[in-house]
């Protein structure tokens, strides 16, 4: 359990503005510190009250062209009950003042149980060449609890835009770890290469959101694009985004 909780400093709607938003188009994500105070009641109402309704989602190993899911990934519905209700409202709100062009969907709850496996290298959204950056769609992570963790292919976006010499690859791109604490955010741009990190000894609980743009189709439900599918990518985005040669290393930004 998080020791973290109710410690998180408020912050004012100026504040909430604060961040380096330009790393989002650079880096591709951005590191929300401190992004919102996590009550302790609200988190007992999740752990206690709303768990029980979570079901298995997206979380495979490849063989051959087949995935095989572990079952220790899960997803709930937040349900905005008068516990919930308070902090769903003001969580809401720094959204809305963090990416004023974009609408928000349901928040979810993600439960990793002990011994989830890492997901396959992925983006929510299937790229599209030429996308305008305002126009992109986003994802949003909350930590509610400490030791939370994202694995990240820095600066891994536009991958479909056409490359500069078409006969030169690009330099290869090293899988990093985002560690989180409990009230941390992390906003990634929906093109984004990243995989929901293994949790090996503990469990832990993530709020998630999608950002669809307001000027942009939403996104198709349950559709990501997985990197090491050979049908679906090219060969060149495979050669710069399977190779792991530190998975276990944190990162700070800037990285690009």
């Known amino acids: 359990m998080s020791s973290k909780r109710d410690e998180s400093p408020k912050r004012s709607s100026q504040e909430a503005k604060q961040y380096n938003m330009e790393r989002l188009h650079i880096d591709g994500f951005v590191v929300l510190k401190e992004f919102i105070n996590i009550p302790k009641e609200v988190f007992r109402n999740i752990v206690e009250k709303q768990s029980k309704r979570a079901l298995p989602i997206f979380n495979a190993t490849r063989n051959g062209k087949t995935y095989k899911g572990d079952g220790k990934r899960l997803q709930f519905n937040l349900v905005k009950n008068q516990i919930v209700k308070p902090f769903l409202e003001d969580l809401n709100r720094k959204t809305s003042q963090l990416c004023p062009h974009h609408n928000p969907s349901n928040w979810v709850v993600l439960k990793s149980e ?31 609890e400490n030791d939370a963790t994202l694995q990240v292919w820095p600066c891994s976006i536009r991958m479909l835009d056409k490359p500069e010499n078409p006969n030169q690859l690009p330099p290869l791109i090293v899988e990093q ?15 984004l290469v990243h995989a929901g990190s293994a949790y090996k000894t503990k469990p832990n609980r993530r709020l998630h ?18 990197i090491d599918d050979p049908d679906e990518v090219p060969d060149y985005v495979r050669h710069i985004i399977i190779h792991r040669h530190n998975p276990g290393q944190t990162t700070q930004q800037p990285l690009c």
């Open 177 to 191: 770890t985002v560690p989180l604490s409990a009230g941390d955010g992390i906003l990634i741009r929906g093109d």
């Open 114 to 144: 002990t011994g989830c496996s890492q997901q396959p290298a992925h983006t929510d959204y299937e790229p599209m060449p030429g996308f305008a950056d305002q126009d992109i769609p986003l994802v949003l992570m909350i930590a509610l």
């Open 209 to 226: 959101c999608f950002l669809d743009s307001k000027s942009a189709d939403k996104r198709q439900p349950n559709s990501v694009w997985l």
